[in-house]
């Protein structure tokens, strides 16, 4: 790595989330840029777990991840160890509802819009006021759907990038 690069490593077995895809790419350049020292992340849809993995690694406090996969929730703890954030990490199998209710400084979910859309509730009551939610999975063509869908929980738009035909 050149100097102040960071280098991940993940064995992606049957989980989505190796960072070739262009949604892993977006979502990963958001989490460069908006995580802090001493934040908490929630991770909804983890997948390999290399999006809270890297929040960690940036300097996030800790890290929650869930997936409702069972390969994936085991794969992540995995991913957790070989990247030496397992004791500031917890992986929980299941969907948003087995995570705890405390609030996070920033909620990340990359996943599709049809499954993030009835989130958005849930997403907002993790969220400490003035948390950042930072979302992926999304094509172009979701883009008018997903603002008006965020703005009836009182989301406003920071922050959005695009690679091919995918948004974040």
């Known amino acids: ?50 999006v809270a993995i890297a ?17 994936s929730y085991t794969n992540a703890i995995e991913n957790a160890a070989l990247n030496g954030v397992s004791g500031r990490i917890t992986i929980l199998h299941g969907d948003i509802a087995v995570t705890p209710a405390t609030p996070y400084d920033l909620v990340i ?24 939610l930072l979302l992926a999975g999304l094509l172009l063509t979701d883009r008018e759907a997903m603002t008006e869908a965020l703005a009836q929980y009182g989301f406003s738009i920071c922050d959005d990038r695009t690679e091919n035909e995918w948004i974040a």
């Not at 690694?57 to 390969?71: H, K, M, Q, Y």
């Not at 979910?109 to 950042?132: D, T, W």
């Open 109 to 132: 979910a990359n996943i599709q819009r049809n499954v993030l859309i009835p989130l958005i509730p849930a997403m907002r009551s993790r969220l400490k006021p003035g948390g950042m």
């Open 55 to 71: 929040a960690l690694r940036l300097g996030a406090t800790s890290a929650v991840g869930c997936d409702i996969d069972e390969w």
């Open 1 to 50: 790595p050149a100097p102040g690069e960071l280098v991940l490593t993940i064995d992606p077995k049957m989980s989505f989330g190796t960072g070739y895809h262009e949604s892993t790419r977006l979502i990963l350049g958001m989490v460069e840029q908006h995580v802090r020292a001493g934040m908490t992340v929630l991770d909804i849809g983890t997948g390999t777990g290399v």
